[in-house]
Nanobody
Framework: EVQLVESGGGVVQPGGSLRLSCTASGFTFSRYGMSWVRQAPGKGFEWVSSISNLGRATIYSDSVAGRFTISRDNSKNLLYLQLNNLQTEDTAMYYC????????????RGQGTQVTVSS
């Protein structure tokens, strides 16, 4: 059974930073691309970033490019998202999902981790 557990969210002021983590289990982590998606209150899911299975390729949505960095540690089955220069519009529940952009499996997401950007 695929299990993804997100952590690291919190409340920060605009311009602040956070590092999100996702612990994966139940599948061979290193064989899959992974993604982060987010859901703001009252809105649908928004793709944020993807990373290839070995971490050699990364892509970002236009809204976060240059501010967020995705990475992974296949030896520990961990996925990360570094969030810098956070803005109020980044406020959302953040989820990790299995798969790369265009083919991620939304139903693999965990409980999510809340990021709130507020002054």
């Amino acid at each position: 059974e695929v299990q993804l557990v997100e952590s690291g969210g919190g409340v920060v002021q605009p311009g602040g930073s956070l590092r999100l983590s996702c612990t994966a289990s139940g599948f061979t982590f290193s064989r899959y691309g992974m993604s982060w998606v987010r859901q703001a209150p009252g809105k649908g899911f928004e793709w944020v970033s993807s990373i290839s299975n070995l971490g050699r390729a990364t892509i970002y949505s236009d809204s976060v490019a240059g501010r967020f960095t995705i990475s992974r540690d296949n030896s520990k089955n961990l996925l990360y998202l570094q969030l810098n220069n956070l803005q109020t519009e980044d406020t959302a529940m953040y989820y990790c999902v299995r798969g790369y952009r265009g083919g991620y499996e939304l139903d693999t997401r965990g409980q999510g981790t809340q990021v709130t950007v507020s002054s």
